[in-house]
C-alpha cells in the first residue's frame, strides 16, 4: 500500500507534451481542452485494446493491426469507441514504419467519439514519448511535493498565531483554491474561511460531516463527494468530541487530500480539551460544587493546592470563542477555562507559571488557595485592566504592602468600611477609584481600562471628590483611599 501521506502522481496535461519540441507530436482531431491529462502511456497493436487499458492513458499504435478495407467500413469507429469506452485520454498514431499518413477514417473516427488524435512523425520513437510522459509525472510529482511542504509549513504557522483556528481555515481554504469550514459537536458551523459556496454545496458539504462524525465502531474518518461542480470532502477530527473538517474546492490536485489532513490533525490539538487531568476528575468536583462541597474539598481532584487565576482578553475587537478559548487554555496549562462575554478565565495551578500569549492581554492574580478563589478572580480583574491601560502583554496583581500586615485585620476592615460608606451602594464609582489611583491618576489610561470616555472618568472622580470632601490630590488622601480600597 502507498503511504497515504505522500500524494499520489499528479497526472501530465496532455498540452504539456504537445509543447515538447524533441518530440514534435501535433494533435490533428478531437477537442483541444487544455484540462485534458494523461496517466502514462501504453503501446499496443492489438485491434481491440479495451482489456488492457486501465484508463487516462495516450495509447501510442503504428497501425500493424489495421486491415487494407478497414477504411470502408466501421473499423476505425469501432477501434475508437473501444479506446474511449475503456477511458483512453488520448490516441497517438505513428507514421512510420507501416503508414505514411494517419488515415482520414481514422481522423473522423476521433472527432465523432471527441478522442484526441496525436501525429507522432517518424524521427520520434514510441518508448522516447513514454519517457517524456515519465519526465513530465516526475517534474509534477516534484512540483507537488513541494506545494504539499510549503503548505504544511504555512498551516504550522498558522496554528501558532494568536487566532489559531481562523488562521488555519484561511491558510487551508488558500491552499485549496477554494473554501474551508469547521463545524462544531451539533453540525453548526463554528468558523470559515475562503470562497463561499452555494447553498447546494453547503448543504451536500453538511450532509457529508454526518457520515465522518463519530457513531460507533467502523466510522470512516474521511469522506469525498462531488455536488453542485465542487470536490467536496469532510475530515472527523481525531479529538473524538465531534468537531469535522469541511473542504469545498473547485478541482481536486493529488496533493490536497494530504495538506486537507494535516490541516485537521492541527485543528484536531486546537479543539481538544487539554488533557491535564481525567475528565472524570473534573467532573466530578462539578458535581461536588453543585451539591454544596466547599472548594478546599474538590481542589485535589483538579490536581493542585495553590493556584492563579488568570483573566484573558484577545487583542482583536471580536469577542473570544470557545475553540480560542480552549487554545489559550492549553498554552498556558489547564482546561478550566471559562468563556465570558469579553474575556476568558483560567482556573490555573500555580507552578504552571503563566508567561504572556501572543494575541492576549494576561492579568493573573496573586497565589491562593481553594477558599481565595473568589479574591483571586477580583485580583485577576484588576490586573487585566491595569494590563489594558498600560498596553501591557501581561500584568500580576502585586503583594500587599507591608503597611497592610501592621494594621489588624479587624481595623483595617473597619476603617475602610468608614472611609468607602458613600461608595456602597455606588460600585462604578468604587472601581473607577480604584483604577484611576492604580493609574497613578492618568484620565485616558483609566478610560481604557474600564472602557469609557474619559469625561466620565472625569466626572466620577469629581464626583468621588464631593462625596468624600477630600482633595484627591493630595498624597495622603490618595495613600489612604489606596489602602482602603485594596481590601479584599
Not at 145 to 174: F, G, I, K, M, Y
Not at 354 to 380: F, I, K, M, N, Y
Not at 442 to 468: E, G, M
Request: proline residues 9%; hydrophobic residues 45%; negative net charge.
Amino acid at each position: 500500500m502507498p503511504d497515504p501521506a505522500v500524494p499520489p502522481t499528479p497526472p501530465v496535461p496532455l498540452a504539456a507534451l504537445l509543447a515538447r519540441e524533441d518530440l514534435g507530436l501535433r494533435q490533428i482531431a478531437g477537442p483541444s481542452d487544455p484540462s485534458t491529462v494523461i496517466h502514462w502511456a501504453h503501446t499496443s497493436e492489438m485491434a481491440d485494446p479495451y482489456p488492457y487499458l486501465l484508463g487516462g492513458e495516450l495509447l501510442l499504435t503504428a497501425g500493424v493491426h489495421i486491415p487494407e478495407a478497414a477504411g470502408s467500413g466501421t473499423y476505425f469507429d469501432d477501434y475508437v469507441s473501444r479506446v474511449v469506452a475503456a477511458g483512453g485520454a488520448a490516441l497517438g498514431f505513428g507514421l512510420a514504419p507501416v503508414h505514411d499518413t494517419v488515415p482520414r477514417a481514422l481522423v473522423a473516427a476521433c472527432d465523432a467519439w471527441e478522442l484526441p488524435l496525436l501525429e507522432v512523425p517518424p524521427r520520434t520513437t514510441f518508448s522516447g514519448v513514454a519517457r517524456a510522459v515519465w519526465q513530465l509525472m516526475a517534474q509534477a510529482r516534484h512540483a507537488e511535493l513541494r506545494r504539499v511542504t510549503e503548505a504544511q509549513q504555512s498551516l504550522a504557522a498558522a496554528a501558532s498565531r494568536p487566532d489559531p483556528v481562523p488562521s488555519v481555515l484561511r491558510q487551508l481554504a488558500q491552499r485549496v483554491g477554494g473554501w474551508a469550514v469547521l463545524y462544531g459537536p451539533e453540525g453548526v458551523e463554528v468558523a470559515a474561511a475562503g470562497r463561499p459556496v452555494g447553498t447546494a454545496a453547503r448543504e451536500a458539504l453538511t450532509g457529508l460531516t454526518d457520515v465522518v462524525r463519530p457513531s460507533g465502531p467502523g466510522t470512516p474518518t474521511s469522506a469525498s463527494h462531488a455536488a453542485a461542480g465542487l470536490h467536496l470532502a469532510a475530515y472527523s477530527l481525531g479529538a473524538g468530541h465531534g468537531f469535522v473538517l469541511g473542504v469545498a474546492a473547485p478541482q481536486r490536485d493529488p496533493g490536497d487530500h494530504t495538506i486537507a489532513s494535516v490541516a485537521a490533525v492541527l485543528l484536531s490539538l486546537l479543539t481538544g480539551e487539554h488533557q491535564s487531568g481525567s475528565g472524570a476528575a473534573r467532573s466530578s468536583a462539578l458535581v461536588r460544587l453543585l451539591l454544596g462541597a466547599p472548594a478546599q474539598e474538590v481542589a485535589p481532584l483538579l490536581g493542585g493546592g495553590r493556584w492563579v487565576v488568570v483573566h484573558a482578553r484577545p487583542d482583536t475587537l471580536t469577542a473570544p470563542d470557545p475553540v480560542a478559548a480552549s487554545a489559550l487554555g492549553a498554552a498556558l496549562g489547564s482546561p478550566l477555562i471559562d468563556v465570558a462575554r469579553d474575556v476568558v478565565r483560567v482556573l490555573l495551578p500555580a507552578e504552571r507559571e503563566p508567561g504572556p500569549q501572543p494575541g492576549w492581554t494576561l492579568g493573573v492574580s496573586a497565589v491562593a488557595g481553594p477558599a481565595e478563589w473568589t479574591v483571586a478572580d477580583a485580583q485577576a480583574e484588576r490586573a487585566l485592566a491595569r494590563a489594558r491601560a498600560l498596553r501591557a502583554e501581561l500584568v500580576r496583581y502585586g503583594a500587599r504592602p507591608a503597611l497592610a500586615d501592621l494594621v489588624p485585620e479587624a481595623d483595617a476592615e473597619a476603617h475602610a468600611r468608614a472611609l468607602l460608606a458613600r461608595f456602597e451602594n455606588a460600585p462604578a464609582l468604587t472601581d473607577t477609584l480604584r483604577t484611576w489611583l492604580s493609574l497613578h491618576g492618568s484620565w485616558d489610561r483609566t478610560a481604557v481600562a474600564l472602557d469609557v470616555h474619559r469625561n466620565t472618568v472625569r466626572q466620577r472622580i469629581a464626583k468621588c471628590a464631593a462625596l468624600l470632601e477630600r482633595d484627591l490630590d493630595d498624597p495622603d488622601v490618595r495613600m489612604e483611599l489606596w489602602f482602603a480600597l485594596r481590601r479584599p
